[in-house]
């Protein structure tokens, strides 16, 4: 059964500061998400990540796969308070419909 | 751009009601998902569908329904509303095509009383 655990839960960082957040899977994948949630707004997109060693950045925010250690990595370079959100990330099945979410990571960067 | 628009945004229902949720996307995505979403939980996939009246169970499925008549219209159906289905609802969809973003819809905020 295909389990992501996310960490931390919940961060807060001074602007400035990078960080790392971190989405561990537990079964083979051929796809990896990472979603934004603004409070009480809808999810969206920012990364799809298909193959090992994929690396993808926007903005200040860069995402990672390694396919072999069932990691991804969402990294944030000098946060800034606009980075404020919930961020999650979701792992396909292999050749599936279904993708399963990690429990989220609450980011807060203090102004 | 795609839409994906959910039909409210919030409802207040009472125990033992039946509950009608829509969600209607305009890109023509073969796909349509619905997830629920509690603090801590991520999102959990309860029901979801890859083509007109085809539906597959997702996690959650216990208490919920669906139904697609329409290639852009997914329904979520709470039989017997109860307090633990208290939530938000968020639907989402996305083309057929394996490594496609799921695009999802402003979420429809239940609260069971």
């Known amino acids: 059964e295909l389990k992501v655990e996310q960490n931390p839960l919940f961060l807060s960082m001074q602007e400035g500061k990078n960080y790392t957040i971190y989405c561990n899977y537990s079964?083979?994948?051929?796809?990896l998400y990472w979603y934004r949630q603004d409070p009480g707004k809808s999810l969206e997109s920012l990364f799809v990540?298909?193959?090992?060693?994929a690396v993808k950045q926007e903005g200040r925010l860069m995402a990672s796969l390694d396919t072999k250690a069932r990691l991804s990595t969402l990294h944030i370079t000098a946060a800034v308070h606009d980075l404020s959100a919930t961020y999650f990330c979701?792992?396909?099945?292999?050749?599936?419909?279904?993708?399963?979410f990690g429990a989220g990571t609450r980011l807060f960067v203090k102004a | 751009d795609v839409k994906v628009t959910q039909s409210s945004r919030y409802l207040v229902k009472r125990t033992g009601e039946k509950v009608f949720l829509e969600c209607v996307q305009d890109?023509?995505?073969?796909?349509m998902f619905w997830y629920r979403q509690d603090p801590g939980l991520g999102l959990r996939l309860i029901y979801f569908?890859?083509?007109?009246?085809?539906?597959e169970k997702g996690d959650i499925p216990e208490g919920y329904s669906v139904s697609r008549e329409k290639k852009e219209r997914f329904s979520l159906i709470l039989e017997s509303a109860s307090t633990n289905q208290t939530s938000m609802y968020l639907c989402?969809?996305?083309?057929?095509?394996?490594?496609?973003?799921?695009?999802f819809g402003p979420g429809t905020r239940l609260l069971v009383l």
């Open positions: 990540l298909l193959s090992n060693g």
């Open positions: 079964t083979t994948s051929d796809r």
């Open positions: 890109m023509d995505h073969e796909n």
């Open positions: 989402a969809s996305s083309l057929v095509s394996s490594g496609k973003t799921q695009y």
């Open positions: 979701a792992v396909g099945g292999t050749g599936g419909f279904k993708t399963i």
């Open positions: 569908s890859y083509d007109v009246k085809m539906k």
